[in-house]
T-cell receptor, first 114, second 116 residues
Framework: ETGVTQSPTHLIKTRGQQVTLRCSSQSGHNTVSWYQQALGQGPQFIFQYYREEENGRGNFPPRFSGLQFPNYSSELNVNALELDDSALYLC?????????????FGQGTRLTVV | AQKVTQAQTEISVVEKEDVTLDCVYETRDTTYYLFWYKQPPSGELVFLIRRNSFDEQNEISGRYSWNFQKSTSSFNFTITASQVVDSAVYFCALSEATGGYQKVTFGTGTKLQVIP
């Protein structure tokens, strides 16, 4: 079991609402990445935060936003929820976000938009 | 753009059989990293192995082994003497440092079912 924890584990929201997902990174890790995993698909990179700054982003619209706090924990915010946002959201922490470090994943938050 | 292809969507084997999961990748980078992750039903991705593009030495770790061939852009994963606990979805992933951050591209996964 990794030291990455995510909350909540499950969530149901209505289309048009806003949601905040939380992630506590593993001790000693300063980089957090967020991924969206639709059913039957591989995880898709949303963005990465390094020392409280977003330093990389995938092909997701601006209504997907995030924060990283001084203790390196992170939030993913999604505004104006759409049905297609239903997915497992995974948070991964690593050290310095370099290509040569493995990322440790949390158990994910399963979001259902109805 | 980077791409990872796992052509096998589902594999079923009987316990104690060997099984190989295929992975083919595309990248323009000369330096990159390849990973295998396991995702059990609980949802958490479990790191299995990391290989960099300069290290083509294949490795065996317990029941797991990996075959990295840069010439064919393949990074295959073998489980010998499979066990029921190996049942999970396995993801191959490619990591490049694009613009100073680590962007990991995952394949679509191979669901392995080990039948007792």
């Amino acid at each position: 079991e990794t030291g990455v924890t995510q909350s909540p584990t499950h969530l149901i929201k209505t289309r048009g609402q806003q949601v905040t997902l939380r992630c506590s990174s593993q001790s000693g890790h300063n980089t957090v990445s967020w991924y969206q995993q639709a059913l039957g698909q591989g995880p898709q990179f949303i963005f990465q935060y390094y020392r409280e700054e977003e330093n990389g982003r995938g092909n997701f619209p601006p209504r997907f936003s995030g924060l990283q706090f001084p203790n390196y924990s992170s939030e993913l915010n999604v505004n104006a929820l759409e049905l297609d946002d239903s997915a497992l959201y995974l948070c991964a922490s690593s050290y310095n976000g370099h290509r040569n470090t493995e990322a440790f994943f949390g158990q994910g938050t399963r979001l259902t938009v109805v | 753009a980077q791409k990872v292809t796992q052509a096998q969507t589902e594999i079923s084997v009987v316990e104690k059989e060997d099984v190989t999961l295929d992975c083919v990748y595309e990248t323009r980078d000369t330096t990159y990293y390849l990973f295998w992750y396991k995702q059990p039903p609980s949802g958490e991705l479990v790191f299995l192995i990391r290989r960099n593009s300069f290290d083509e030495q294949n490795e065996i770790s317990g029941r797991y082994s990996w075959n990295f061939q840069k010439s064919t852009s393949s990074f295959n994963f073998t489980i010998t003497a499979s066990q029921v606990v190996d049942s999970a979805v396995y993801f191959c992933a490619l990591s490049e440092a694009t613009g100073g951050y680590q962007k990991v591209t995952f394949g679509t996964g191979t669901k392995l079912q080990v039948i007792p």
